[in-house]
């Protein structure tokens, strides 16, 4: 009895000796890949083979006597060196998946992100306008907007942890996703109570953005683009014939009278009102401005030489505005030269 006593307690001191002495290895930097299904004794197993573990035999019965072998999950580990085993079975436990991060900018258009999709995602064989084609899938927002053409303006700016192997699905899928969690039912009924429907707000919040990057005055931007709706006065936002570019593939990052001029009805110098659908991906803080417009008499703005910024000067008449365009296009010419 007092043999037996003495084994189980030299025992005990053995296993937890085992599991507290840092394991020094050369795999710090490598992920090694658990699958789904394998054997307890086959993780630990292959984590004595790549060097992470010393000893199987003391891990082993410490999971059988003491642990839960069932809490051992699949998924892509890094294991930091050096690392005790009892540290290597809490990583275990929490089930670690790789992950690369992709972000969709404020303001990119579906052109833009077909782009960095095909630079970003390792697994995407598929051509730019094969993936801008799968953003005519509406379903995941066709509740919210059944009457946009596709998911322009809905795949919601913000940064995603996506799979190594993951395609333009997975990311259409989460950005949607992002966008159903950002977009509040009371914003709906704003829109209603405005004469609007959501898509119709998405589509401002999506010229707002294009047009300013400073939060603070996009309620004024709003203004102006409520204030010449009202009068059915053209919008004039150049950043529409841009993206009209963009659509049919010729954009070259300067726009040409060419651009100003093209009749597409997203051109809003040639057609009054609003263009058929969003033309970026806008922000929160936009579709805010869009919701609740400051209230001005203001028809026009021009960017603010003055700060350099990216902040306008507002104006309410033409002759103002003449003036402050002068001083712009004046500026621009300095700049070219230098």
Aim: glycine content about 4%.
């Amino acid at each position: 009895m007092l043999i037996a006593a003495v084994a189980a307690a030299v025992g005990f001191i053995w296993i937890r000796s085992a599991l507290d002495t840092p394991q020094v290895h050369d795999k710090s930097d490598v992920y090694i890949t658990i699958e789904r299904g394998t054997p307890p004794a086959a993780i630990i197993a292959r984590l004595r083979s790549e060097g992470i573990i010393n000893d199987s035999l003391p891990v082993m019965i410490y999971l059988r006597i003491f642990g839960d072998s069932s809490k051992l999950k699949a998924g892509d580990y890094r294991f930091y060196s050096p690392i005790t085993p009892r540290q290597v079975l809490s990583e275990l436990e929490k089930g670690e998946t790789r992950t690369i991060k992709f972000t969709i900018p404020e303001g990119f258009t579906r052109f833009d992100l077909a782009k960095r999709i095909k630079e970003r995602l390792p697994a995407e064989e598929r051509s730019e306008d094969e993936i801008v084609a799968l953003f005519n899938d509406t379903s995941a927002i066709s509740d919210i907007a059944p009457e946009a053409k596709n998911l322009e303006g809905y795949l919601s700016p913000s940064t995603y942890e996506l799979h190594p192997l993951a395609k333009t699905e997975d990311l259409i899928r989460a950005a949607t996703a992002q966008f159903r969690k950002t977009w509040k039912n009371e914003w709906t009924e704003s829109a209603r109570q405005m004469g609007l429907t959501p898509h119709q707000i998405v589509t401002i919040a999506s010229l707002i953005e294009t047009e300013t990057a400073v939060p603070d005055e996009r309620p004024l931007v709003a203004s102006v683009i409520f204030n010449r709706l009202r009068r059915a006065i053209p919008l004039g936002i150049d950043q529409t014939s841009v993206y009209v570019a963009k659509m049919e593939n010729r954009w070259d990052g300067t726009i040409n009278k060419s651009d100003l001029e093209v009749d597409s009805p997203y051109n809003t110098r040639r057609h009054p009102g609003l263009p058929p659908g969003p033309i970026a991906s806008p922000s929160v803080s936009s579709i805010e401005a869009a919701l609740a417009p400051a209230v001005t008499d203001y028809l026009f703005y021009v960017r603010n030489v003055g700060t350099n910024d990216g902040s306008h000067h507002f104006y309410a008449s033409a002759a103002e505005f003449e003036r402050g365009k002068a001083e712009y296009q004046q500026w621009l010419k300095s700049q070219r030269q230098q």
